[in-house]
């Protein structure tokens, strides 16, 4: 078998390159190699359970692909002649390539706790045959333990009380979400999930896992019929390393555009390095719309640089639902820029989304704002409030990666609407930005 593109992988990174490659060069022969018959939405995956309750509402249909013309083979590719271009595969054989992308993704942590292995035992899976056999345990269990209080097990947890369930989470950090926000979003986010009935245990390590319990290192005991594990993953590099590509304990290394160590092998997604868009450090980011944007510039730039915009890093703008409360962030928290040795500032503001603040559905939305003493430039972004933040965050997330400074950002033109948005007076983003520039210019 020959093509021209190659692609392994079938999640988002691998279908976003596939189809931004058939854009660009449209007389490209491009197939795509997955090993699950069906693809789920990855960020969907707490929703099947809660919301959905239904694993088939949670797939990406296979014609987003084929309506374009892109081949699909359910087949796994095992090794790979970087020399003579040539993929082989369980399957169908050898497959020639030009060009080929690696889009294999990230695989679930199982930390060393004694049970782990049980029957009773679930991990974050994007399979849906998998997913399906953890929504029947999911039915017929009462207690529900979560091991890890990052996005994914919050979100697991906000969806499985919503089944009447015995929801607990586990998490060895001083809270939930720590990596992605600071201590007061947090706890915004512990409050609104202890209100809606989620136990959660801070501060505390799981030891061992029994058929209806687990046991945490302070000799506690909490029952659970089933334990969902998630506590992150990492980068699904193997055949990567096993065919010489250079590759770190953080992913397949890349550079700009997304070109590995061989000219014409690609990486994209979770299993591709990623660095910090401030610091250049590695950043062990794993999120859907940072790889379909690093996908974005591998499919357009596989033959010859057509997108000249370099990748500069990644910048992670996250966003959550907890309960009735929405969080979002974007580029450092003060945590972070504080440990990476920036002079920075903050700006507060406090305001309603709507406005008169007495229309029906209004919400309180508090932001935080980054940015440097000198200079001004957008660091990073906190908002917590109601639904409307996830484009407010997004809006944000635009400017810090346009090098904003505070003052230009204050001044940006924006649309209001009393049912849609804060007051044209008070726009929630830009108020903090104010807020953040008077303390700049009192030299605070």
Known sequence: ????????????????????????????????????????????????????????????????????????LVDEIVDVDTEKKIAKSKEHGNIEFEKLIFATGSKPIKPPIKGIDGNNVFFVKKDPQYLQELLKRVDESEGIVIIGGGFIGVEFADELRKLGKKVSIVEMLPHVLSASFDDEFCEMAEEELRRTGVEI????????????????????????????????????????????????????????????????????????????????????VMLASVATAEARIAGANLYKIKAFKQFKGTLGIFATKVGNLALGAAGLIERQAKKDGFDYVVGRSEVADKHPGTLPGTNKVRVKLLFTKQGGFFLGAQIAGGDTIGEMINLVGFAIESGYTASRYMTLQIGTHPLLTPAPTAPATLKAAEDALMKIYRGK
């Open 201 to 284: 245990y801070t501060n505390s390590k799981v030891v061992e896992i029994k058929e209806n319990r687990v046991i945490l290192s302070s000799g506690k005991e909490i029952p659970g019929d089933i334990v969902i594990v998630s506590v992150g993953a990492r980068p699904n590099t193997d055949l990567a390393e096993k065919i010489g590509l250079k590759v770190s304990k953080n992913g397949i290394m890349v550079d700009e555009y997304m070109r590995t160590s061989h000219p014409d092998i690609f990486a994209v997604g979770d299993c591709a390095e990623k660095r910090d868009f401030f610091t250049r450090d590695v950043k062990p």
């Open 1 to 72: 078998m020959k093509t021209d593109v190659l692609i392994i992988g079938g999640g988002p990174a691998g279908i976003v390159t596939a189809v931004t490659a058939k854009q660009n060069y449209p007389e490209k022969k491009i197939v795509v190699v997955r090993k699950e018959q069906r693809v789920a939405v990855p960020c969907g995956i707490p929703y099947i359970f809660g919301t959905l309750r239904d694993v088939e509402k949670n797939l990406i249909p296979d014609s987003v692909l084929t309506s374009k013309g892109i081949e699909i």
